[in-house]
């Protein structure tokens, strides 16, 4: 009877992990398939005419996403943990979550530059702008034509600073974890742009209310 029971256990235990383990799996393959589509999606934009070489480019891009995944996963599991312990006074607690935050910072670094070797030793340089704005939505190139438009007046010097702002802003929104993180580091890079043209002397409250004016009448005449 003993023996019966403890099998009966046993079994119940082994069945319980089992499922517990595909559902894992099913969830995994599940997210590296949506993961994979979204990929391709930017692989097929690359003018790649050898088939085998745009999966490779896919696969890399998919594993990016994963990588990153998996970093801020980690993290965000450790914060939640964090926040519920009720052993934590609130100093205490918000110490402990920005050194979780803190150390994420490194690997998401060593995690973008061996992504970036990989690229380049299957794309050219433009292949790789592409790459990057198709995984921050092409709010770069969005952006700077906006404030093109916006102030046409702009010397060269200028465009190059508003250029480089965004081109770092897309580097970090490359690693963030979600829509609105990439945007966020795109909305801290634009109040840096927009205090430095302030610094230059360039009034740009007027200019971008006549310029969203303009974006308004543009739409209501398509």
Same mark, same amino acid.
């Given at each position: 009877?003993?023996?019966?029971?403890?099998?009966?256990?046993?079994?119940?235990?082994?069945?319980? !992990?089992?499922?517990?383990?595909?559902? /894992? $799996?099913?969830?995994? =393959?599940?997210?590296? #398939?949506?993961?994979?589509?979204? &990929? *391709?999606?930017?692989?097929?934009?690359?003018?790649?005419?050898?088939?085998?070489?745009?999966?490779?480019?896919?696969?890399?891009? !998919?594993?990016?996403?994963?990588?990153? /995944? $998996?970093?801020?996963? =980690?993290?965000?599991? #450790?914060?939640?943990?964090?926040? &519920? *312990?009720?052993?934590?006074?609130?100093?205490?607690?918000?110490?402990?979550?920005?050194?979780?935050?803190?150390?994420?910072?490194?690997?998401?670094?060593?995690?973008?530059n061996e992504?970036?070797?990989?690229?380049?030793?299957?794309?050219?340089?433009?292949?790789?702008?592409?790459?990057?704005?198709?995984?921050?939505?092409?709010?770069?190139?969005?952006?700077?034509?906006?404030?093109?438009?916006?102030?046409?007046?702009?010397?060269?010097?200028?465009?190059?600073?508003?250029?480089?702002?965004?081109?770092?802003?897309?580097?970090?929104?490359?690693?963030?974890?979600?829509?609105?993180?990439?945007?966020a580091w795109?909305?801290?890079?634009?109040?840096?742009?927009?205090?430095?043209?302030?610094?230059?002397?360039?009034?740009?409250?007027?200019?971008?209310?006549?310029?969203?004016?303009?974006?308004?009448?543009?739409?209501?005449?398509?």
């Amino acid at each position: 009877m003993k023996k019966t029971l403890l099998f009966a256990l046993a079994f119940a235990c082994f069945t319980s !992990a089992g499922f517990a383990q595909q559902g /894992n $799996d099913a969830e995994k =393959a599940a997210y590296r #398939k949506v993961i994979t589509e979204r &990929a *391709d999606k930017i692989a097929v934009k690359l003018d790649i005419t050898d088939a085998s070489k745009k999966d490779l480019v896919r696969d890399i891009i !998919a594993d990016q996403y994963i990588a990153l /995944n $998996d970093i801020h996963s =980690a993290r965000d599991e #450790k914060i939640k943990a964090l926040k &519920a *312990d009720q052993s934590l006074d609130k100093a205490a607690r918000v110490l402990k979550i920005s050194q979780v935050e803190a150390e994420a910072g490194p690997k998401l670094a060593r995690l973008h530059n061996e992504y970036m070797a990989k690229l380049s030793k299957q794309l050219s340089r433009q292949q790789i702008e592409k790459v990057k704005d198709g995984m921050t939505y092409s709010v770069l190139p969005i952006t700077y034509k906006g404030y093109m438009e916006m102030l046409p007046n702009l010397n060269e010097s200028q465009k190059e600073q508003i250029l480089a702002y965004l081109t770092e802003a897309r580097e970090y929104a490359m690693n963030a974890g979600s829509s609105d993180k990439k945007h966020a580091w795109f909305g801290k890079y634009k109040g840096k742009i927009n205090n430095y043209l302030s610094a230059q002397g360039v009034e740009t409250k007027k200019a971008r209310e006549e310029w969203e004016q303009k974006l308004k009448e543009r739409e209501q005449t398509k």
